[in-house]
């Protein structure tokens, strides 16, 4: 079963460590791995500063 996305500007679910799943422009070269509270609001991704699909890692 695939994870469930969440995009930029989206709230966080959960607390947690997220990565990009992809980047929203289609491109796939960043792995970054972010922790998160509950409620905070997913960024862009940090090392292309492009909206991205995050994917909950733990």
């Given at each position: 079963m695939a994870s469930k996305q969440y995009k930029t500007g989206e709230k966080a679910p959960e607390s947690g460590k997220y990565k990009v799943d992809k980047l929203v422009n289609g491109n796939n070269s960043d792995n970054t791995e972010i922790k998160l509270e509950q409620?905070?609001?997913?960024?862009p991704s940090p090392s292309e500063n492009e909206a991205a699909y995050w994917v909950k890692t733990s």
């Open positions: 409620g905070e609001q997913f960024p």
